[in-house]
T-cell receptor, first 115, second 115 residues
Framework: GAGVSQSPSNKVTEKGKDVELRCDPI?????LYWYRQSLGQGLEFLIY????????KSGLPSDRFSAERTGGSVSTLTIQRTQQEDSAVYLC?????????????FGPGTRLLVL | AQSVTQLDSHVSVSEGTPVLLRCNYS??????LFWYVQHPNKGLQLLLK??????LVKGINGFEAEFKKSETSFHLTKPSAHMSDAAEYFC?????????????FGQGTELSVKP
């Protein structure tokens, strides 16, 4: 079946512009996660959703970052007024539930470059 | 707090020789532990996971890992390396039970395989 998909695969933007990154989870997966992979910070957790609710937003690096999920499916990560330090690969993952034993399935990522 | 330390940033082996990637974890409770692999320009793929069942866990492509609570270790091994094993490997620990299943990644170990 189809895995997690993300779009765009690559995004180049100018400093100060807003960007939207999209994630389509595996059908039926109720839990959705966003991570960021950068050279300086490695792989770090940003936010998770259970259904359309995001109980914990503490991983978001600043208030320029926001995320939403609609219909219990697609999620959008928005970065406002992008900065060069936002350049990274943004990864989305989904799983059948929030239990710590659950396997998270990752998408291919969106590579963001802020000039 | 949960954390994971990968003891080697880079490991180089010859094809056909054993592979050992070392990982130590810290957790205030019985964790779930994972190994993920990332091939160049590809997404993260689950190799194997430990979820408090058997301490010796077998994964895909001949990899296995042993959970040792007394040593707080979860080292990844493979008896005989193949050229296709060259990739970045991440040791991962689950967050706390009330953290929605978020994953905490090690810094990664780059595995090189020489012919």
């Amino acid at each position: 079946g189809a895995g997690v998909s993300q779009s765009p695969s690559n995004k180049v933007t100018e400093k100060g512009k807003d960007v939207e990154l999209r994630c389509d989870p595996i059908s039926g997966h109720t839990a959705l996660y966003w991570y960021r992979q950068s050279l300086g910070q490695g792989l770090e957790f940003l936010i998770y959703f259970q259904g359309n609710s995001a109980p914990d937003k503490s991983g978001l690096p600043s208030d320029r970052f926001s995320a939403e999920r609609t219909g219990g499916s697609v999620s959008t990560l928005t970065i406002q007024r992008t900065q060069q330090e936002d350049s990274a690969v943004y990864l989305c993952a989904s799983s059948t539930g929030l239990f710590i034993q659950e396997t998270q399935y990752f998408g291919p990522g969106t590579r963001l470059l802020v000039l | 707090a949960q954390s994971v330390t990968q003891l080697d940033s880079h490991v180089s082996v010859s094809e056909g020789t054993p592979v050992l990637l070392r990982c130590n974890y810290s957790s205030s409770y019985s964790p779930s532990l994972f190994w993920y692999v990332q091939h160049p320009n590809k997404g993260l793929q689950l190799l194997l996971k430990y979820t408090s069942a058997a301490t010796l866990v077998k994964g895909i492509n001949g990899f296995e890992a042993e959970f040792k609570k007394s040593e707080t270790s979860f080292h990844l091994t493979k008896p005989s390396a193949h050229m296709s094993d060259a990739a970045e490997y991440f040791c991962v620990v689950s967050g706390a039970y009330n953290q929605g299943g978020k994953l905490i990644f090690g810094q990664g170990t780059e595995l090189s395989v020489k012919p």
